[in-house]
């Protein structure tokens, strides 16, 4: 079956330090990829997508992400967190049927 | 230019009772998106508008939701009667069109049924 994976339900990070959220999909052909960020009460905002192309996707907020096909996986990076990183990222792709199905989340927690 | 825009934010209500959610799209997208998130959880579609038609609603427990999108604008989410279960966020997005693979999301309803 199709499936988005976020393996870590949780991660804590200090200011200032990198943060890599991990993203693995299963489908027969590469989907469309995106993260996606929800700060407490608020919906989901896009900070990437990779359709094609080149495979090192920037985002806003300083955000990246890498697609490595060979590994079917889609990570999320940032050099240097600040405290407003503080939230939970989803990771999603459409499926063969145009739909949108998202990973179950990583929740970031950014200490002093 | 505004975001997706929903009502209310936060409802709180019996089981049993009925409860409706609102979502005013962006303005010329044709596509419309209910989605649940459970808690801990990643979004789970619902229900998909094309213009005024319901084009993918196979996720929507009809037994007891029903939606609405009368003039392809806005739309209407309805759950009657409402179990303790349903207590989630009820998120709405839209999109340009079908083929537009960008949703925005608006900020979701949180309901709690007790």
């Known amino acids: 079956a199709q499936s988005v994976t976020q393996p870590d339900i949780h991660i804590t990070v200090s200011e200032g330090a990198s943060l890599e959220l991990r993203c693995n999909y299963s489908y027969g052909a590469t989907p469309y990829l995106f993260w996606y960020v929800q700060s407490p009460g608020q919906g989901l905002q896009l900070l990437l997508k990779y359709f094609s192309g080149d495979t090192l996707v920037q985002g806003i907020k300083g955000f990246e992400a890498e697609f490595k096909r060979s590994q079917s996986s889609f990570n999320l990076r940032k050099p240097s967190v600040h405290w407003s990183d503080a939230a939970e990222y989803f990771c999603?792709?459409?499926?063969?049927?145009?739909?949108?199905?998202f990973g179950a989340g990583t929740q970031v927690v950014v200490t002093p | 230019e505004a975001g997706v825009v929903q009502s209310p934010r936060y409802k709180i209500i019996e089981k049993k009772q009925p409860v409706a959610f609102w979502c005013n799209p962006i303005s010329g997208h044709n596509t419309l998106y209910w989605y649940l998130q459970n808690l801990g959880q990643g979004p789970e579609l619902l229900i998909r508008?094309?213009?005024?038609?319901?084009?993918?609603d196979s996720q929507l427990p009809k037994d007891r939701f029903s939606a609405e999108r009368l003039k392809g604008v806005d739309s209407t989410l309805k759950i009657q009667p409402a179990e303790l279960g349903d207590s989630a966020v009820y998120l709405c997005?839209?999109?340009?069109?079908?083929?537009?693979?960008?949703?925005?999301f608006g900020p979701g309803t949180r309901l709690t049924v007790l």
């Open positions: 997005a839209s999109s340009r069109d079908r083929h537009d693979n960008e949703q925005f």
């Open positions: 999603a792709a459409v499926d063969s049927w145009g739909k949108l199905q």
């Open positions: 508008y094309e213009n005024e038609e319901a084009v993918d």
